[in-house]
C-alpha cells in the first residue's frame, strides 16, 4: 500500500484544506470543507472519484493510506478535545501566544513548531502506555 503525504491548512478565508504532497498515479487531490473533517471527508471522495475514473479508462489507482500533517490552525481544530494552553505549557510555549497561533493570529515559526511535535509525541507515547 502506498503511503501518500496530506497537507492539511487553514486558508485566509477560513476554510480549511487538505492536499496531496506529491501526485497519486499522475493525479493530485484536493479537497475543502468548513472545517478540518468535513475536508479530509472530501479529500476522501475525491480519491474515490479519481480512482472510479481510471478504472472507467482502464487503468488502475493504487490502494493509499493517507498521512496527515496539519498546521497549528487545523491541528486545534480537528483535535479539539486537546486544551491548547496546556499543550503550550506542556511544550514551554506561552500559552497567550500559543493561542494566537492556534487561531492565526500570529505564524509559528519552526523552533515552535519543533516543540510542539516534541510535545504531541510525548503525549502520544504517554497515551499509548494508559490504560484502564
Do not use: H
Not at 102 to 111: R, W
Amino acid at each position: 500500500m502506498q503511503k501518500v503525504i496530506i497537507i492539511v491548512e487553514q486558508s485566509s478565508d477560513g476554510a480549511f484544506w487538505c492536499r496531496t504532497e506529491t501526485d497519486i498515479a499522475g493525479v493530485g487531490l484536493n479537497a475543502c470543507g468548513k472545517d478540518v473533517a468535513s475536508a479530509k471527508a472530501d479529500l476522501l471522495e475525491c480519491y474515490e472519484e479519481a480512482k472510479a475514473d481510471m478504472k472507467a479508462e482502464g487503468k488502475e489507482m493504487p490502494d493509499v493510506e493517507f498521512e496527515y500533517q496539519y498546521d497549528l490552525q487545523s491541528f486545534f481544530n480537528y483535535f479539539n478535545f486537546l486544551n491548547v494552553t496546556e499543550i503550550a505549557k506542556r511544550a514551554g510555549i506561552n500559552p497567550s501566544l500559543m493561542r494566537q497561533y492556534s487561531s492565526g493570529i500570529k505564524t509559528a515559526g519552526e523552533k515552535t513548531y519543533k516543540r510542539l511535535s516534541a510535545c504531541v509525541d510525548n503525549i502520544k507515547s504517554e497515551l499509548q502506555a494508559a490504560s484502564f
